[in-house]
């Protein structure tokens, strides 16, 4: 059977008697020639490093002459800018094909034990059995499930100038109905293939004479979940402050009635409580309306940690992916990735911006409803007899702000500053992350690696934080992967290496980025004295 491999350059940087190396390269339909750069950790001297350098290009120049590359890692680096993602991406060429779907054909022969009593012991539970209470549910907008996925990417890839002309920003977070795809809860559960979902656009954009392109198109919204998983793969401690190397150190508040109002969408500025309340209630919002609220929550207005928001929008949002969550919290908080904090989201301003007339707080704060267009996103400045007139008395039946917003955010852009100016000329940008997982080499032999397909495209950041993977090498479609050890002699093809399990920090799908950016190798990566065939001889 034809498989990938991947040869683990150690020593033995050469290709004369190299047989391990040629055991990789036999009956290989994909090689993955690797070399880990492990400079922080390094005892070697500048001399040394150069001698090493020389090595390693002059192994790149012979595999280029006989058609393969070396893969430089470098401790799973990440790129932190979009454009950054963007130049690697241009190395890679397009996205792997999705894998055609599992058929009647492919179970010929083959069954799943099932017995009379399955669905007692087995069956999918309901919500009761799960212990949720059925009557805490809202509308079920978006079933679950990749029926309903494929149906709804199918009807919106039937909407040929709604794709091609799609810009983010010119999506609407108040619209009552989607704006944009509301695709992502299927892709978080793994419901729709990104790369489905990736071919599908292409097949729309081909035969267009124009089509929107990254950052704003959708091609460009896949785009930054890639540039998320990425990071939130690299990144250690990347859902947090303290030890996230990205991420600006704020004196947040800890102010616990400020969020439990935001939570629950009684901050007393309607644009920001119907937002929350579509969240509790329908489980998505619109990407401008999480900014509005994000930034409210944080930098804006509350001085609340953005920790909190992620740990609320973990809680309510159908969608919540743990590196997309972290990323975007880090974003609008102005704490990694964006760094114009002085650019606030006004509560009142924003909203009006699509919606003057505010049917958005109708809907989702009925108690305003009948407010003049001119009060609904100010119902305190209403003069009393516009708001006995409409039913609604502020302070009474609907809360006075929580905040005042211009006081409020002229002081929290000076602590903005304190922070900034404690960090002094650092930019948090300029911080090198770190892979930090004590996954190994285990990992990669690692049937779950090529197994699914949450990755649009898997990463290898090299030292340079290129990502230059070779055209035509597919993980994904590794009928079985297979590692050699290139400092053993005679056992060059090891699947079975008796080790640990690899420690998942990750807590979410970017595992399987985990799986493929490589650690720099572990004190417990196995010597060949561990081969368990025990016929390696010494490294080379
Ligand atoms: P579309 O505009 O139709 O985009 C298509 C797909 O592209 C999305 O389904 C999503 O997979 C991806 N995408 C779009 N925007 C982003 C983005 N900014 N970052 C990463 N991927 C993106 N998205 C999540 O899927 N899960 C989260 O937990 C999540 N948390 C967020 C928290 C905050 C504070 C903010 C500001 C944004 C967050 N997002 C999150 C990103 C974004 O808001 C949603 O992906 C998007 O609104 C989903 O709606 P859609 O499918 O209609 O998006």
Wanted: positive net charge.
């Amino acid at each position: 059977m034809q498989h990938s491999s991947i040869h683990w350059f150690r020593k033995g940087l050469r290709l004369h008697d190299n047989p391990a190396l040629l055991a990789a390269a036999t009956d290989c339909c994909c090689l993955h020639p690797l070399f880990i750069l492990n400079p922080s950790s390094s005892q070697a001297g500048t001399n040394a490093q150069r001698f090493l350098l020389d090595a390693l290009q002059d192994l790149d120049g012979s595999l280029q002459k006989i058609g393969s590359r070396v893969l430089a890692l470098n401790e799973g680096k990440a790129p932190l800018t979009y454009k950054r993602l963007q130049s690697l991406l241009a190395t890679l060429g397009p996205p792997e094909k999705p894998a055609p779907a599992l058929t009647q054909e492919h179970l010929q022969g083959c069954h799943t034990p099932c017995q009379a009593s399955h669905d007692t012991d087995y069956g999918v539970p309901n919500l009761e059995e799960l212990g949720q209470d059925p009557t805490n549910v809202g509308p079920h907008l978006y079933p679950g499930g990749e029926t309903a996925a494929l149906t709804r990417l199918d009807a919106l890839m039937e909407r040929t100038a709604w794709v091609c002309s799609f810009q983010k920003p010119r999506t609407a977070p108040t619209s009552l109905s989607p704006s944009t795809t509301v695709l992502s809860p299927y892709l978080k559960f793994g419901c729709l293939s990104v790369r489905t979902f990736w071919w599908r656009l292409d097949q729309v954009y081909q035969g267009q004479q124009e089509h929107s392109q990254p950052p704003t198109s959708l091609h460009g919204q896949l785009l930054w979940r890639e540039f998320f998983y990425t990071a939130g793969a690299s990144i250690p401690n990347f859902d947090r402050m303290v030890g996230n190397p990205v991420c600006l150190q704020v004196d947040w508040d800890n102010n616990p009635q400020h969020l439990h109002a935001w939570r629950e969408g009684q901050t007393g500025y309607p644009f920001i409580d119907a937002i929350m309340t579509q969240l509790r209630t329908e489980g998505w919002i619109h990407h401008l309306a999480r900014h509005a609220v994000a930034c409210f929550l944080t930098r804006g207005d509350l001085w609340v940690s953005w920790e909190e928001g992620l740990k609320v929008f973990e809680e309510l949002l159908l969608d919540a992916d743990w590196s997309l969550n972290a990323g975007n919290w880090l974003w609008l908080s102005g704490s990694a990735f964006f760094h114009q904090y002085f650019r606030v989201y006004s509560p009142v301003a924003f909203g009006k911006k699509t919606d003057r007339d505010g049917a958005y707080i109708r809907k989702y704060v009925p108690i305003l409803k009948d407010f003049p267009a001119e009060y609904i996103y100010e119902p305190w400045k209403a003069p009393q007899a516009v708001q006995e007139r409409a039913g609604c008395l502020v302070g009474t039946h609907y809360p006075q702000p929580i905040v005042e917003h211009g006081v409020a955010s002229k002081r929290n852009l000076g602590r903005m500053k304190v922070a900034h100016a404690r960090k002094g000329n650092k930019s948090p940008m300029r911080h090198q992350a770190h892979f930090t997982s004590s996954c190994h080499l285990s990992c990669l032999s690692l049937p779950q690696a090529p197994s699914e397909s949450h990755w649009l495209v898997p990463q290898w950041p090299n030292h340079k934080g290129k990502s230059p993977r070779p055209r035509g090498s597919e993980p994904h479609k590794d009928v079985q992967a297979v590692v050699s050890y290139g400092s053993c002699t005679t056992c060059p093809v090891l699947t079975h290496f008796a080790q640990p399990p690899c420690i998942n920090p990750f807590p979410s799908p970017s595992l399987r980025l985990a799986t493929w950016l490589l650690p720099p190798p572990q004190k417990s990566t196995p010597t060949p004295s561990t081969c368990p065939k025990k016929v390696c001889h010494p490294p080379t």
